[in-house]
C-alpha cells in the first residue's frame, strides 16, 4: 500500500526508521494525484473564468473534478462548491445558513419565529465552534450538545434540543481527535422533521466512510483534500439543491455566485483526482488500515499498562488510535518520539507553560491529569506493519524510561 516508502536510514550508525504517524493532521500528496495537478500548473494556467482556450482548458479540468466529486457524493455537479479547505466550507455552511435565515431567505422558516437557532455538539472542531461563538456575537442562537464518555452524540439530546427557530444541526461525522463515528443518518433525520438543515464536517471521514450525501441525510458537507493524500488548501462544500446559504465572502461571480474569488485550478484537479481514487479503492485500502490500527492499539495495551483507549470502541475512524497514558506528560513524549523518527500528536495543548487537556478530551470526563498523557497516532497508506511494530516498541521503552525519571507524575 505504500505510497512513499519509510525506508530506513542510518545517521551516526544508529538505525532509524521514519515512521509517519499523524494523518489525521494531513496526508501525502498520492504521486497520481501530483501526476494529475502538474498540467494545470504548467500548460492549462488559464484562469477558468477567460474565454481563451488556456481558460478553456483551466475550466475544463475544473468542472471535471466537480462530476468526480459528484460521482462520489452521488449528486449533482452544480451542488458541489469548492473552497480553500474544511475551514472555510465549515465557516460557509454555518455562517452561510443562519444569515440566510436571518435575511429571510429560508424557505422553511420565517425570521420572525425567533433570533435563529444552531445546534452543534462540544467535540466539534474549531472551524465549527469558533464559528458558532461567532453567530452568537450576532445574536443566533447556540446549543452545544454534551457527548457520552465515547464521544457519541445522544439522539434524544438533539431532539430535546430542537427549537421552531433551529435552523440548522451540525455534527461531525469522525472526530479528528479520538476517531468517533457519529450516528449521522440519525441526527439528519431529526432534524428535518423539525424542518432544519443538517451540515456534517466529514473532513475526517473523506477516505474512510461513504459519502452518499442522500443517505446520510446531509444538506450540506464540508471536505478536505489534504486529509485524503490531496494537496492542502482546497475544500468542497456540498450544497443541496435549494439549501439557503448566503456567500459569505463578496467578490466575482466564480462557483455560480457562492464562492468568489479565482478557483484553485491545480487544487481543485488534486482534490477531483484524489477523492476519485481513495472511494474507488476505498474497500481494500480501509482494510488495510484497520489491519494497521488495530495491530497499534493492541500492542501499545499489550506492552504498556495503564494505558486507556479514548474515543468508541467500534464506532471508530479506520485509521484513528487515540490513548491516554497514565503518569505521562504528551509533549515530552510527542519528542521523544520525534528523536526517533515518530510523528505523532496530542490532544493536550500547551499554553504558557501548563497544559490544558483538550476540548475533546475535556467534553469524554478525562481527568486533567489523565489527559496531560495523551496520544493520537494515526495510520495511513505508506505506513508498515513493520512500522507499527517498531512504533509500539519505541513506545514502551520511552513510557517505561519517562515514569522512571518521573516517579511523582505516577503517583
Ligand atoms: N474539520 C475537521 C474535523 C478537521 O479535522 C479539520 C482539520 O484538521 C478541519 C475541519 C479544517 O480543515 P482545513 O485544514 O482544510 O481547514
Known sequence: MGIHSNATSSSNGIPARSVYLDHAATTA???????????????????????????????????????????????????????????????????????AYRRGLNPRKDPSVGPGHLIISAIEHHAILHSAEDLESHGFEVTVLPVDRFGVVNLEDVRAAIRPDTVLVSIMYANNEIGTIQPVKEIAEIAHEAGAYFHTDAVQAGAYLDLNADAIGADLLSLSAHKFYGPKGVGVLYMRHETAVLPQQHGGSQESRRRASTENVPGIVGLGAALSRVHANREAESEYVVGLRDRLIRGVQERIPG???????????????????????????LLRLDMRGIGASSGAACASG?????????????????????????VGLENTPEDIDYTVEVLAGLVAELRAVEPAMQA
Open 354 to 378: 501548563s497544559t490544558e487537556p483538550s476540548h475533546v478530551l475535556r467534553a469524554l470526563g478525562v481527568s486533567r491529569e489523565l489527559a496531560e498523557g495523551s496520544l493520537r497516532l494515526t
Open 29 to 99: 500528496v498520492h504521486p497520481d494525484v501530483v501526476a494529475a495537478m502538474v498540467p494545470y500548473f504548467t500548460a492549462s494556467y488559464g484562469n477558468p473564468s477567460s474565454v481563451h482556450a488556456w481558460g478553456r482548458a483551466a475550466h475544463q479540468g475544473m468542472e471535471n473534478a466537480r462530476r468526480q466529486v459528484a460521482a462520489v457524493l452521488r449528486c449533482r455537479p452544480r451542488e458541489i462548491v469548492f473552497t480553500s479547505g474544511g475551514t472555510e466550507s465549515d465557516n460557509l455552511a454555518l455562517k452561510g445558513a443562519m444569515w
Open 307 to 333: 494505558v486507556h483507549l479514548m474515543g468508541h470502541p467500534e464506532q471508530r475512524l479506520h485509521n484513528n488510535a487515540a490513548f491516554c497514558i497514565e503518569g505521562l506528560e504528551a509533549e515530552t513524549l
